[in-house]
């Protein structure tokens, strides 16, 4: 009996299905349309604001920290392609007289994972010296970084560096956190670093990304904080 019941509920409902299959249909399309709506528009925002604050790293303005943004560190303790990038080029920056200060912002959440440390090494093997490296281990995503980058580091005027696929939202962040940015992109792209298709991926995931972006400065929500450390204290508020 319960298995004729239950045959009799599947028909009905294939009926149904049938009936307002149209409805169904269009109802799916704006779903669609809405999901492209919330996640392209925020970045299509951030794109436009950012095309303007974006250089070449021999053109960029000068400013007086690089905020160099991290990213994943092997099992081994040493940076990957991409985070070599960043910090290659922060080092350039350095060199070239852009910035005075390098301010190296990432994941220290756990004992075994320190993104910050992996970054320092890499500066230091780079001519860097240690006097100009300042590290910020409670990184954990880039609005937290350009948050405690004006909140506790006191930075005022900075240059972002990062992958272009994440120039945007990092300029978007910081400069809607108080910090006058402009931007360099740290694509080297050796040839055994990161490929195409980890690009992609990358790429794509800035839409939700972006979109997050712009409900955290609309919400500003406060990320872990502790004691001003200013990197320059005599021009600390």
């Known amino acids: 009996m319960q298995v004729v019941q239950s045959l009799a509920g599947m028909r009905r409902a294939f009926v149904l299905l049938r009936r307002h299959r149209r409805w169904i249909f269009v109802l799916a399309l704006l779903v669609v349309f809405m999901v492209l709506v919330l996640s392209a528009g925020p970045r299509l925002v951030a794109a436009l604001y950012a095309q303007s604050h974006i250089y070449a790293a021999d053109e960029v303005p000068e400013r007086s920290v690089a905020i160099v943004f991290g990213a994943q560190v092997h099992t081994n303790g040493r940076p990957s392609a991409m985070l070599t990038d960043r910090v290659a080029t922060g080092a350039d920056l350095y060199h070239a007289g852009k910035v005075d200060v390098l301010l190296m912002t990432g994941d220290n959440s756990t004992v075994d994972y ?17 006097t100009a490296i300042v590290l910020d281990y409670a990184g954990f995503r880039t609005y937290d970084s350009c948050y405690r980058a004006r909140e506790i580091f006191g930075v005022t005027d900075a240059i972002l560096v990062t992958q272009a696929f994440h120039l945007d939202r990092a300029l978007l962040t910081c400069s809607n956190l108080g910090i006058d940015a402009v931007g360099v992109a740290a694509d080297y792209q050796r040839p055994w670093g990161y490929s195409e298709s980890v690009l992609n991926y990358l790429r794509l995931r800035e839409f939700p990304a972006t979109t997050l972006a712009f409900i955290d400065l609309a919400r500003r929500p406060q990320p872990i904080l502790g004691e001003p450390l200013p990197i320059f204290p005599e021009n600390g508020d």
């Open 114 to 130: 320190n993104e910050p440390a992996a970054m320092r090494e890499e500066a230091l093997a780079l001519g860097v010296p240690e």
